[in-house]
C-alpha cells in the first residue's frame, strides 16, 4: 500500500439505553484510544506523523509534502492539529531572550521572546517598542536573566520591569559583531595585504573546491570593483557605467562610494 491512498471505513455500534434517569440514550461502540480517538476522522498514528509534518515544515510547505506522500491534508488543518497538540504544561520562566523580528521584513517589526533553558519561543509582540516589551517582562516578575541585542530599547524595558535581573549580550549578536568588525578590519587593510603579498597567488592545488569557489568570487569582486573605479576616475556617469559594464545602479554606487558623477 505504500504511496497509495488508503481510506478506512470503520463501522461502529450503537446501543440505545433503556434507563428512565440515565442522562445519555444513546451510546456509541468505541475503540482503542491509542489507535483511533473518538470523532476523530484520521487514525492517532496519522495524527501523529501530520502534526509532526506541521511542526517540522509549517502550514503551506508541510499540506505540499504530505500530499506528495499521499496523505492530503490542508493547511489549515496542520495548522489546527498543531495548535490543539501544541500547548505543554507552562514552565515558570528564568532565562529569557528577547529581540526584533519581521512579520513584514522592512515594513513592520515586532518582538520575539525565548526560553532559552528549552529553547523555545514563548511570545510574540506586535511591535518593538520599549513600552510594549516593558508591559509584558511586568507581568513575569520571576526572570532572573535577559539576554538582548546591543540596543537601548530592550534593555530600558528590561531595567524598569525586572529590576533585579541580570542583563547579558546575546550570543548571536556578539558572534555577529566580531564578524563584521573582523570583516571590515580586513576590507579597510586589503590594499595593505596585496601589496604585501605581491605577485603571490594561490596554488590551486591546495585548497579545497569550497576555498577555491571562493577564492575565485573574490577575485571576480577584485576584477569589477577595478573596472568600476577606473571609469569612476575617468568621469564616467552611473548609467553610462552600467551600460558598460551591465551591473546594476545599487552595485556602481556601493563600489564607486559617491565618487562617480550622477
Known amino acids: 500500500m505504500a504511496g497509495k491512498s488508503v481510506r478506512i471505513v470503520v463501522v461502529a455500534r450503537r446501543f440505545h439505553c433503556g434507563a428512565v434517569l440515565c442522562g445519555r440514550r444513546i451510546f456509541a461502540e468505541r475503540f482503542d484510544g491509542d489507535?483511533?480517538?473518538?470523532?476523530?476522522?484520521?487514525?492517532?498514528?496519522?495524527?501523529?506523523?501530520?502534526?509532526?509534518l506541521g511542526l517540522a515544515l509549517g502550514g503551506r510547505p508541510a499540506a505540499s509534502f504530505a500530499k506528495r506522500l499521499m496523505l492530503p491534508v490542508s493547511n489549515d488543518t496542520l495548522l489546527r492539529i498543531v495548535r490543539r497538540r501544541g500547548s505543554p504544561r507552562f514552565v515558570p520562566l528564568t532565562v529569557i531572550g528577547i529581540d526584533d523580528w519581521a512579520w513584514r521584513r522592512n515594513r513592520r517589526y515586532g518582538t520575539i521572546i525565548c526560553d532559552l533553558e528549552r529553547r523555545k519561543t514563548i511570545a510574540l509582540l506586535p511591535d518593538r517598542e520599549p513600552a510594549i516589551a516593558q508591559a509584558w517582562l511586568t507581568?513575569?516578575?520571576?526572570?532572573?536573566?535577559?539576554?538582548?541585542?546591543?540596543?537601548?530599547?530592550?534593555?530600558?524595558?528590561?531595567a524598569k520591569a525586572l529590576r533585579g535581573a541580570i542583563q547579558v549580550a546575546d550570543r548571536w549578536h556578539l558572534m555577529e559583531n566580531a564578524s563584521r568588525a573582523l570583516l571590515d578590519a580586513v576590507r579597510k587593510s586589503m590594499r595593505l595585504i596585496r601589496?604585501?603579498?605581491?605577485?603571490?597567488?594561490?596554488?590551486?592545488?591546495?585548497?579545497?573546491?569550497?576555498?577555491?569557489?571562493?577564492?575565485?568570487?573574490?577575485?571576480?569582486?577584485?576584477?569589477?570593483?577595478?573596472?568600476?573605479?577606473?571609469?569612476?576616475?575617468?568621469?564616467?556617469?552611473?548609467?553610462?557605467?552600467?551600460?558598460?559594464?551591465?551591473?546594476?545602479?545599487?552595485?556602481?554606487?556601493?563600489v564607486g562610494l559617491d565618487r562617480i558623477p550622477p
Not at 489507535?35 to 509532526?52: C, E, G, S
Not at 507581568?139 to 534593555?155: E, H, L, M, S
Request: hydrophobic residues 40%; glycine residues 10%.
Open 35 to 52: 489507535d483511533l480517538a473518538p470523532w476523530a476522522r484520521r487514525t492517532a498514528r496519522l495524527d501523529q506523523i501530520v502534526r509532526h
Open 139 to 158: 507581568d513575569q516578575p520571576q526572570i532572573g536573566v535577559v539576554a538582548r541585542d546591543r540596543g537601548g530599547g530592550y534593555a530600558l524595558a528590561a
Open 195 to 254: 601589496a604585501a603579498l605581491g605577485a603571490a597567488t594561490i596554488d590551486p592545488e591546495l585548497p579545497t573546491a569550497a576555498q577555491r569557489i571562493q577564492y575565485e568570487g573574490y577575485r571576480l569582486r577584485e576584477d569589477t570593483n577595478a573596472v568600476i573605479l577606473g571609469l569612476a576616475k575617468d568621469g564616467t556617469t552611473i548609467k553610462e557605467t552600467v551600460r558598460r559594464t551591465g551591473h546594476s545602479r545599487g552595485v556602481v554606487r556601493k
